[in-house]
Nanobody
Framework: VQLQAFGGGLVQPGGSLRLSCAAS????????IGWFRQAPGKEREWVSC????????YYADSVKDRFAISKDVANNSVYLQMNNLKPEDTAVYYC??????????????????WGQGTLVTVSS
């Protein structure tokens, strides 16, 4: 059972990246998925999540209207489309899976699965 985030890289301010969160050994269809990030010297913070059953989306205020989360059941993946990136978005991004968030998800309470992170650097 494994969860892996990938797709990070170096991008200029105003640019875009799409992160992927892929699962092996279990189906993401039966889990809520959350994205988190940790910038150098800072605590990990919640970015976004999508609920398990009705794909309801939630975003931190800092990324609302710039980031979009989506679920791809066929590929057992969840994506985080990041647009209009800012230097303050620089961080290691992680995804997490939680089965109990059925019709909602929140910034806390993610305990089941965590993936390895992927580094996003926004710099000119």
């Amino acid at each position: 059972v494994q969860l892996q985030a990938f797709g990070g890289g170096l991008v200029q301010p105003g640019g875009s990246l799409r992160l992927s969160c892929a699962a092996s050994g279990f189906s993401l269809e039966h889990y809520a998925i959350g994205w988190f990030r940790q910038a150098p010297g800072k605590e990990r913070e919640w970015v976004s999540c999508i609920s398990r059953s009705d794909d309801k989306e939630y975003y931190a205020d800092s990324v609302k209207d710039r980031f979009a989360i989506s679920k791809d059941v066929a590929n057992n993946s969840v994506y985080l489309q990041m647009n209009n990136l800012k230097p303050e978005d620089t961080a290691v991004y992680y995804c997490a899976a939680e089965r109990r968030f059925i019709y909602y998800c929140s910034a806390s309470g993610w305990t089941e699965y965590w993936g390895q992170g992927t580094l996003v650097t926004v710099s000119s």
